[in-house]
Structure formats: structure tokens, C-alpha cells
């Protein structure tokens, strides 16, 4: 108790010193706000104090304090976050793409926390954790009811320590106790590159951690001596990262001293300009680039700087629109808050921030500008583009769309669970073709998962009735209706599954692969059927549509 009011008071104090140094020099508008800050801050300590005081149980201090803040920054934007002490490790990763661990992907699925994926080479992989296998303990810590981060945390630790973990091997049964040394995991941001022919050379970019540009000029040097004349830098579901690794890519395709971004912010000192400082790598390779609308961040300013500079043709869909800038600052008791100071602006002007977040319609949802309402900049050659809504690619290819039934079984994780089955009973070889017969063996397995399944159409009924449920005498008179409609509507998953045969092939060979390329399996088992890299290959075919698009021809 005499601590928390010591901390609340030590707060009040540093905020009234904070207040007294601005007297001085702030504006009227400032010192009004600084004077709702101070009321608002002494009402809320006040209030936290009696709460602890006087509420009938005992509280979490840090719980509800949590709760506050979360709250509070929930009225921003989705960026601006409170990074608590215990969680520090966790950003640092996201920045850095290293941690100490054993080096798997983990999710709880169905309560229970399954390895999705062990990097291939790491602690994990070479010990014998499998995809699939249940962690049921961590140094004699139940996972059960725990979630995915407080898993994480468990796991991680020192390089060089010791972690014993249990399984359970859902294909046998086998329970198993492994001692796993930790170690140092570097996540690549290039998960695979290589050639998707005898000219083309192909980079898949995930991430935008420390040592980003590196990795892509490292793969570019290996593409290029095993004859790579063009490339396709894949920025699909990159959600962003480090903004110097934006620049030092940009910088491999444009000549020094060119702007790539941009900054304005309230604060003055916010608003800087970023050139390229090197040399560049290669000015004249004919380079594709894809996006989608997962694609953010520093995936835009890469994509935007070098459609911009018609150094590039995008491919794909239109990118999410992230236009917003964030740092770090250092609170109390080695907490942070990543806060948005900024907005980012591309070489031609435009800032491709597609959400107002301080403007909400009139039902409460966030105000998207609306395409009347962005403004047309121009490209180096001239090409017209426009702001507001993410980056458009020159060349738009619609995203594939799942059949229902097929959506179902991936989210549902029945094709992932049908994998682990799969690869304990077969020997996977490099290619994996599924014979037809897999799809009868794939039916016969969700049988005896007693798999049940119904359209959006049976669910939208089943709702109806329970509504209708409500007033009898409603129901009573169209009961037998319902009756008839739901028998036309009743679904035969295995005959739905048949009709989707190729669907549902194709996803659980993208599956197996993971179970044979870990995470270069995403890029390698989607060649043949991704429909951007085909046109981007088809497109690098064709020099004189590739320079017309750029508007390099006459």
C-alpha cells in the first residue's frame, strides 16, 4: 500500500516538474492540456488507491493496470502500444529476428500447444521434435490452459541452458521426455530464394529484421552466378519492419542520393528525409515485385520508392496501407511504449495510409478514404499513381478465393492434423505428388475424427430457427418450411470434399512440404500453381511490354 502511493506520488511529482518547465514556453492550448493531464492523472490515482483499499476481494494491481492502458491506447491507432517488462524480449525479436530457444513455431490448438513447424538446423529439429508433437511440459511446467506466449516465454532462456520438455506424439500415443540445449535463433528474412528458371531468379523477403539487406543482396550474388538475368523479390504477407532495412534494399536498385521516404510527425524533429547512402548493387536487371494485402509497412516503402522510380512492376494485390511511423520511448521500471509519431511519404509525395484513425463513421467503424477522394501523383517517367489506399500494382492479379469447405478444413486445422497422420505413415520424398487415391484415404480419416460440417447457408437457417424458437406461435406456423429448407440445404461434406478435389489436394501437399522444407516449404510447394509468379515470369519474357508498362518506350 505505501508503495503504490509512493509510485503514484513520485508520478504526480515528475509530472508537476514536468508542468512547471513548460509554463514558460508553451502555447495555450498546451498548458490547457497539460492541466486536464495533471486532474485527469490525480483522479485516476485517487481512484486506483481506493479501489485497492476498499474493493471486497483482493486485486491484480498489474491486471487492471494492464487493462487501463490497453484501454486508453485502443481509442489510437492499432500501432501505438505499451510493451511491459516482461514482454520486452518478445519486440526485441520482432526487431532483431533472434531470441535464444530451440527454434519451432507453437500455437495452442484445441487447448493443446502443438509444434507447427521446427526450423530446419535448429536445437528442436535436430533433437526429433516433429510437426504435430503436443508439448505437454516445460521443465516440469504443465502447458495446460497456458497460452501461446506464456509457452514462448518458457522456452526461451539463455543460450547454452538446458530446457526438458515432454511430448506427446498424437500419431502413436508415445509420450517422450526431450533435454534440448538453447541456442541462439536467427529467423531469416529470406526463408528460400532460387531460380524458377534458366533467367529468373526468385527471393522470397518475409521480414524486415537487422541484416535484411544483406540476406537479399547474399541471395541476389547466388542467383546471379547460377545465371539469373532478372528477379522477383516475393513481399506477400511481409507485414513490415526495420525502415534503415527498407532503404538499404531500395538502395540495391537506385543510384545514391535518392530519396526514399519521408517523414512528417506534430514534432518538428519527426519530419526527416532518408537518401540512399551507397553505391547501388544492380540498376539494370528487369525486377518484379509482389505484393498483397498483407504486404505493410516497410513492404510499402520498398514496393512504393521502387514503383516510384520505375525501377519495378508490381504484381499482385493492392498492399494494406500503412503509412505510419512508430518509436520507442523509455518509461518507468524498463517498460517502452512503441507510439506513432509520424507519417511516411514515398519519393513521388503520396503517403499510402489508407485508415484516419482519429475519424470514425457514424456507426463507430474506422473512416477508410474513399478512392474519390485520392489524390494522383506521378512516377519519375511520368506514370500516374495515387495516395491514400495502399500501393495499387501495375499489374493486378485477384487474389485466389478458397472454396468454403476448403477454408473450413484448413482453419479448422484438419489439413494440418491430416499431415502429421500422413507423413507417420509414408516416407515423403523432395517431390510430393499425391496420388488420387489420398483423397478417399483424406475422407476416410475426418470419418473417424467424426467430422461434421455445415455450410454458411445451414448455419444462417439453424440461427433463424432458434430466433423463431423465441415466439411459438411464429414457429409453429412456418416450422414445416424450415423442415423442407434445411433438407434441400443439407450438405454431404464428402461429396462437397470430392467436388473440390484439386483444392483440397493441393493443400495438403503444401502441408507435407513443411514436413520435408520446414520454411522454405511455403515458396517451393506453390510454384507451379501461384498465379503472380507465372505472370511475373510471363511478364519478363516480354521486354517490350515490361518497358512499356515502366513508360520507357516510345
Known amino acids: ?70 484501454a486508453m491506447l485502443s481509442d489510437l491507432d492499432p500501432y501505438t502500444n505499451y510493451i511491459s517488462e516482461d514482454r520486452i524480449e518478445d519486440y526485441r525479436t520482432m526487431t532483431t529476428g533472434r531470441y535464444a530457444g530451440i527454434g519451432a513455431t507453437i500455437r495452442t490448438q484445441e487447448g493443446k500447444c502443438v509444434i507447427v513447424l521446427p526450423y530446419e538446423g535448429s536445437p528442436a529439429q535436430r533433437a526429433g521434435l516433429k510437426i504435430g508433437d503436443q508439448i505437454t511440459s516445460i521443465n516440469g511446467v504443465s502447458t495446460a490452459g497456458k497460452s501461446s506466449d506464456e509457452i514462448s516465454t518458457l522456452l526461451k532462456g539463455q543460450s547454452g541452458t538446458p530446457v526438458e520438455i515432454e511430448i506427446l506424439r498424437p500419431t502413436t500415443g508415445e509420450r517422450k521426455t526431450f533435454s534440448i540445449k538453447r541456442e541462439e535463433i536467427h529467423i531469416s528474412n529470406v526463408p528460400y530464394f532460387g531460380m524458377l528458371n534458366e533467367q529468373v531468379g526468385y527471393i522470397q523477403l518475409s521480414d524486415f529484421t537487422m541484416g535484411a539487406s544483406e540476406e537479399v543482396r547474399a541471395a541476389m550474388d547466388s542467383l546471379k552466378r547460377a545465371g539469373a538475368q532478372a528477379f522477383i523479390i516475393d513481399l506477400r504477407n511481409n507485414p513490415g519492419g526495420l525502415l534503415s532495412e527498407a532503404i538499404n534494399i531500395v538502395n540495391l536498385f537506385v543510384p545514391k542520393n535518392e ?20 553505391a547501388p548493387y ?10 498483397n494485402n498483407r504486404s505493410a509497412s516497410a513492404s510499402e516503402i520498398v514496393a512504393g520508392a521502387l514503383q516510384d522510380y520505375d525501377r519495378a512492376i508490381l504484381i499482385g494485390q493492392r498492399t494494406f496501407g500503412k503509412g505510419l511511423v512508430q518509436v520507442t ?29 482519429s475519424v470514425h463513421n457514424a456507426d463507430g467503424s474506422l473512416y477508410r478514404i474513399p478512392d474519390s477522394l485520392r489524390r494522383s501523383f506521378k512516377t519519375r517517367a511520368g506514370r500516374m499513381v495515387f495516395d491514400g489506399a495502399g500501393l495499387e500494382p501495375d499489374i493486378v492479379v ?80 412456418v416450422a414445416e418450411d424450415l423442415s423442407r429448407l434445411k ?28 514436413h520435408v522444407y520446414f520454411e522454405k516449404a511455403e515458396a517451393l510447394a506453390s510454384f507451379d500453381t501461384d498465379r503472380e509468379i507465372q505472370k511475373a515470369i510471363e511478364l519478363l519474357r516480354d521486354e517490350q511490354k515490361y518497358s512499356f508498362i515502366l513508360g520507357r518506350s516510345d
Not at 499431415?419 to 517431390?431: F, M, S
Open 487 to 514: 433438407k434441400k440445404l443439407k450438405t454431404d461434406h464428402r461429396q462437397l470434399i470430392r467436388q473440390h478435389k484439386t483444392c483440397v489436394l493441393e493443400l495438403i501437399e503444401d502441408e507435407l512440404y513443411k
Open 1 to 70: 500500500m505505501n508503495f503504490m502511493r509512493s509510485t503514484m506520488h513520485a508520478g504526480l511529482l515528475c509530472l508537476l516538474s514536468w508542468l512547471l518547465a513548460l509554463h514558460g514556453t508553451a502555447t495555450a492550448q498546451q498548458k490547457d492540456n497539460a492541466f486536464e493531464i495533471a486532474k485527469n492523472l490525480d483522479i485516476f490515482a485517487t481512484l486506483f488507491k481506493e479501489l485497492n483499499t476498499y474493493y471486497v476481494d483482493d486485486i491484480n494491481a498489474n491486471r487492471l493496470m494492464q487493462k487501463a492502458i490497453d
Open 329 to 357: 520511448r523509455p518509461l518507468s521500471y524498463n517498460a517502452q511504449l512503441k507510439v506513432t509519431i509520424a507519417k511516411y511519404y514515398i519519393p513521388s509525395g503520396r503517403c499510402i495510409q489508407a485508415i484516419d484513425y
Open 259 to 278: 530519396l526514399v521516404v519521408s517523414t512528417k510527425g506534430k514534432i518538428s524533429e519527426w519530419n526527416k528525409e532518408y537518401y540512399t547512402l551507397n
Open 398 to 477: 485477384p487474389a485466389d478465393s478458397l472454396p468454403e469447405i476448403c477454408n473450413y478444413l484448413l482453419q479448422n486445422y484438419y489439413i494440418f492434423n491430416y499431415g502429421v497422420d500422413y507423413a507417420a505413415r509414408h516416407t515423403l520424398g523432395k517431390e510430393i505428388t499425391l496420388p488420387p487415391e489420398v483423397l478417399e484415404d483424406f475422407i476416410q480419416w475426418l470419418d473417424k475424427q467424426n467430422f461434421h460440417y455445415a455450410t454458411s447457408h445451414e448455419e444462417y437457417v439453424s440461427v433463424l430457427e432458434q430466433q423463431l424458437k423465441e415466439t411459438p406461435d411464429l414457429y409453429a406456423s
Open 282 to 291: 544492380d540498376l539494370e536487371s528487369p525486377l518484379v515485385v509482389l505484393v
